[in-house]
Each structure stands twice: as C-alpha cells, then as structure tokens.
C-alpha cells in the first residue's frame, strides 16, 4: 500500500513537520503519536542538521537544541521503527544532502524502508540534480518529494512530470517561519501542475493559524504547517504534547470544513 497516496483520499492532507529529537526523542515519539490521533495525516520529521538553508530561526533553533541533546539520524530511524507498531500515518524526512551522503545514500534509504518511512524531502537538492538520490530511492521503495517556488516559473511543469508521492509547493519566498498573510498566487502554481499531472500539491511555508491552513487548503490537496508546530514545543518542552495536540485538533477542524 503506498500510504502517501492514500492520505490524500477523500480529504484535504494535513502535513505536520517536526524536528525530530526536540527536545528529546522521548517527546517527539510521544507528539507524533498524539498528532496521528488528533488528525495528521502525513508527517514530515526533520533530522538535525548544523546548517538547515531553508529554514527561518524557529526551526534552526529547534535543530540546535536536537543536536545539543545529541540526537542522530540513527536515533530518528528507531523511533520510527518504534512508532511504526502504533501507527499507520505516512512518515517522511525532512534532511540535507550533506547528511544523507555522509551516512551513505544507499545505507540511509535501506535503512528508511526497513523503519518504516516512506518518503524523503530535501530542499538543497534542486530538480535538475535529482539523479543524485533517485536511484537509491528507487532501490528501496523511497518516495523523493520534489519542491516547487515561487521562482520556479517554466519549470513548474518540467519538476510536475517527474514528480511523485505530492509536490510541496512552497507558498512564499524565503526560509520557513510564521506569516500574518500569504501573498503568493498558489493557485497559478497548482495549475500549472495541473497542466501535466494529477499528482496531489500541499502547500507550506508561513502557514501557522487554522484559517491560513484551511485557506491554502482550499486552493490545493493540502496544508503543510511547521514553524508554528516547532514554536509550541520551544515554548513547552517535554509538556509539548498535549498543547500540540490541541493545535492540530484546531487546524483539523477548520480544514475539514472544505470539501474534497
């Protein structure tokens, strides 16, 4: 069964990311359990990485605090491995092309599937470079989740051909982090994925109220939401679980107001 696919079945996906390991794997084990519960349908865990490029401070400042705790790639693939007798939600990475090929590309996906996670997401690897990884994704049955912006324009259609799992449309330009308002046309993105391929677009980067989420969700197959995640547990600690479940339970309710 390929399980991203089915997330996006008859509903609009919620796609939650945390940093795995903040504040400790314990906790995220005990967040990803209670934000399954409370509707997420595909998570997105983010492996501590010295210099995360595509992401705003809330996020880095979560990777910082995972790395001084001393958490590893190895760490995130037994919890997963862990999680996976409890739940049947779709699992991806959010990493960096340096962390991948510093624990061996082919040795990283063999040991994705054997834990568990379906997909990888890797913002520093452009289209064009995608080769890089696709081949071992391929081996082992890993979905490669390819990333689209505002800038990427004509090639919208070329990165939709090739595209599999869902496209993460990135809504704004810049690094992650919260936004009172997102000013890009998503839908003219969308359509031009549309152009090509039937493959399901959410939408991330700045989304961190409800109503921004059900919003984006309206004009696409989903809404992805980080910073606003990473910045309950910054401010809760090991006490994040039940504040995060009731976030999520929120967004889930205003999402579930449209209508697939």
Not at 88 to 105: D, E, H, M, Q, R
Request: proline letters at 4%.
């Amino acid at each position: 069964m390929n399980r991203i696919a089915e997330a996006f079945k008859g509903k609009k996906a919620l796609i939650a990311f945390l940093m795995g390991g903040d504040p400790d794997i314990c906790t995220t084990e005990k967040l990803i359990i209670a934000m399954a519960e409370a509707g997420v349908d595909i998570f997105e865990i983010g492996i501590p990485f010295s210099d995360p490029a595509a992401d705003g401070p809330v996020i880095q400042a979560a990777s910082v605090r995972a790395l001084e705790k001393g958490c590893t790639a190895d760490d995130l693939l037994n919890m997963v491995q862990r999680v996976r007798e409890k739940i049947s939600t779709p699992i991806v990475f959010l990493t960096y092309a340096n962390s991948i090929f510093a624990y061996g590309k082919e040795r990283f996906m063999e040991r994705c599937r054997d834990c568990g996670v379906d997909g990888v997401v890797v913002p520093d690897i452009p289209h064009e470079e995608r080769g890089e990884l696709s081949d071992a994704c391929e081996k082992f049955g890993i979905t490669q989740i390819a990333l689209v912006a505002p800038t990427s324009e004509e090639r919208v259609e070329k990165i939709a051909r090739n595209a599999e799992g869902f496209i993460y449309c990135v809504s704004t330009l810049g690094v992650t982090g919260i936004r009172d308002e997102i000013r890009t046309n998503i839908t003219a993105t969308i359509s031009k994925v549309r152009n090509v391929s039937q493959i399901p677009c959410a939408v991330g980067f700045g989304i961190s109220t409800p109503e921004q989420a059900r919003d984006m969700a309206s004009v696409s197959d989903g809404a992805i939401i980080g910073s606003a995640i990473v910045k309950i547990i910054g401010e809760y600690g090991a006490e994040s679980v039940e504040p995060v479940r009731q976030y999520i339970s929120r967004v889930r309710s205003e999402m579930d107001v449209i209508q697939k």
